[in-house]
């Protein structure tokens, strides 16, 4: 018998476990140590009995549980506080979980609102929103650390699959696992020249300054070319067991998917001080709360009256 | 008032979804339902974005085929803002989508699919799955664990990430191909095209042989189909035109800047999911087994049907081996994985064809992009069908309006017809077991939603 491991999904597309395969030929050796009980992307254990005939959802016990997605509706609030029950150990893998990640920005509406202009699309017949059988929606995207007590969180958008692997092998080997704690820019080749003449930093509607023959490491910082960079307030981890940080590797720019250096970080005022604090307008970063795009749940990213107002 | 089957979750799909199966007090089907469970509302959370920012946005869609939305959003954007990429750019999004279809194939048949073939229906739960299969078959699941991570890594390697991509930008691409990259690339894609057909050939001998009767029964409904082709009738999967294709074989062929006025959504009260249908057949919406209207069904069966012929050899003979076995549109729900392989072949194919044109490294790799107001409307074909992305911007170039209609979408109501019949001919008088109940599943994880 390995340690058994249940995984959820909730408000999330699958990056996550799509993460966990990329661990690759590893993953082979480590099925060997583990067992899970409980995986709906790749197992069929169903809630209510093999059967569907049981009245309350079951997930098995297990020493550990993981968690993906956030929380937007009563059945991803139900699914975690049964892993939350069965599990010993419950980690929240990705940003959606430790954040919100993308589907937070809705709380610039909140769900009720947005649902119902999804189903006012051109396309979409006249309808009501379907209220039978489906879950009903909670008021926003929640962090799952605002629903229940998280053990672990391991960020990502999608989370590294090397440090998937260093978190199971650590608890498998009863030691603490070694995530990096710095940020993105602690881990990115360019090359810094300190202050420059940068005034603003501009939309990356044309690509970086580069010759493409050359390393990273001979390409000059993307917030020093005035390219617009979360780098500095974003957590690293991307990089790990690769060398560069994964969007700076395809010549774009970083826009912040580990969520915040410090876990109750805020993103867009974080980035707002470095611009600040380098002599860059931050009146020049167009649409600023998009800056929180992937970190918008624990209250950050709520609906404004007067933002609703004008974009209408 | 008689008992509800709840298979809950539907598992080894992609999303949150659950089938409820109503009987009478006889025991027997009365109704049965595919109810999507999760809505994340993409097109309202858009609004008011910088339109260059969501290709990286909405590649979060899904986490599977986050290449297909991320490029039928880059192509959305550059109509918005009035730009064609260049030449290079526009070969090097083709060429990262259509290897991103290479992965998605085999993750769906060998890591969610095949576990109900290579262990069987009535295995286990507890072993009926991919896990079950790398202790069962060590040696298959070794090379189809190691030939999905070549494909994923060669994608990352050279694009930065393989899963929710971002080299993808306005006006084309974020950085040219170098000599060894390409090198790289084509050396892979060479590999991962033996192991394709060396997965065609195993999946008919040692799968589709197996199971004839399963392939031609369950879950078999008749539907129409819409799939994407070039102007000589040939399979795409990056550009092309849409074709719809009715039951009996008849074709409309319609650009993608036009789907508004072909397709409609229908919504149900019991799923958030929408139920397409073809408008233009002008016969409104049904799902009624015997006598649908509007149904039709996208993915691979669907784009392999449509199409007139592949432009690639190999995916060519086996297409006209299935064409021969099946007819034309040929029907049968598990046909979707026969189909889906003879797709691995073709994008392992075109990908080769691609990387071995020089121009692809042309260095001219994005043209010049300002934002402003404007229309734009991208497609392509995802693994699960037809992808398209519809966005308005305003003057500062940010979307004020979106609209998408995302490729799992089209079989929302197939889905459920197929559930429907598959949960009809299997329970009788009450009777049912775990068996049974994964072979509903069956039906739905052909579709691969």
Known sequence: ?312 | MGKVINIQPITRIEGHARIAIHLDDAGNVEDAFLHVMSLRGFEKFIEGRPAEEVPRIVNRICGICPWMHHLASNKAVDGCFGVTPTPAGHKLREVCQVMAHINDKILHFFFLAAPDFVLGPDADYSVRNVIGIVKEAPELAGQVVKMRQLGQMMLERFAGKAIHPIAGVAGGFAKPMTREERDELLASCKTLLEFALYAMDYAKTSVFAKYEETIATLGAITTGFLGTVDGSGALRIYDGHFRFMKADGTTTDFPVDQYDQYISEHVESWTYGKLPYAKCWNEGFSMDLDDPHGIYRANTLARINVCDHIATPHAQAELEEFRDKFGRPAQGTLLYHWARLIELVYACERSIELLEQDDILDTDVRARVEPKAGRGIGAVEAPRGSLIHDYTTDENGCIVKANMIVGTTHNIAPMNMSVKQAATSLIKDGVYDETLLNKVEMAVRAYDP
């Open chain 1, 1 to 312: 018998m390995g340690v058994r491991i249940a995984e959820e999904w909730l408000h999330s597309c699958s990056g996550c476990e799509i993460a966990i395969l990329n661990i690759g030929e590893p993953l082979i050796d480590l099925l060997a140590r583990i067992d899970f009980v409980h995986i709906p992307v790749l197992m069929d254990h169903k809630y209510y009995g093999q059967l569907g005939g049981d009245s309350s959802l079951e997930i098995p016990e297990a020493e550990v549980g993981i968690v993906s997605g956030g929380v937007a509706n009563e059945e991803h609030l139900e699914v975690l506080e049964a892993m939350r029950a069965s599990c010993k150990i419950l980690i929240a893998l990705g940003t959606c979980a430790t954040h919100g990640g993308l589907p937070a920005l809705m709380n610039e509406w909140g769900m009720e609102k947005g649902i119902e202009d999804y189903y006012k699309t051109a396309t979409t017949e006249k309808c009501s929103v379907p209220d039978q059988v489906v879950p009903k929606p909670l008021d926003r995207v929640y962090a799952v650390d605002e629903k229940v007590k998280i053990d672990l969180m391991l960020p990502g958008c999608p989370p590294n699959p090397a440090l998937i692997a260093e978190v199971v092998v650590s608890l498998l080997e009863g030691r603490d696992p070694v995530i990096p704690g710095k940020s993105v820019c602690h881990t990115c080749p360019t090359r810094r020249e300190g202050k420059g003449s940068v005034k603003s930093v501009r939309r990356f509607v044309q690509n970086a300054q580069y010759d493409p023959d050359k390393p990273l490491d001979e390409m000059r910082c993307l917030l020093e070319q005035g390219v617009m960079c979360m780098g500095p307030v974003t957590a690293a981890g991307c990089a790990a067991g690769r060398g560069a940080p994964s969007c700076i590797s395809a010549r774009v720019p970083c826009r912040g998917c580990f969520g915040p250096v410090r876990p109750d970080g805020n993103q867009m005022l974080d980035m707002m001080n470095a611009l600040a604090s380098n002599g860059i307008d931050w009146k020049t970063v167009v649409d600023r709360r998009s800056l929180l795009r992937f970190s918008g749940a624990h209250g950050l990213l709520r609906p404004l009256p007067a933002t609703t107002t004008t974009k209408e």
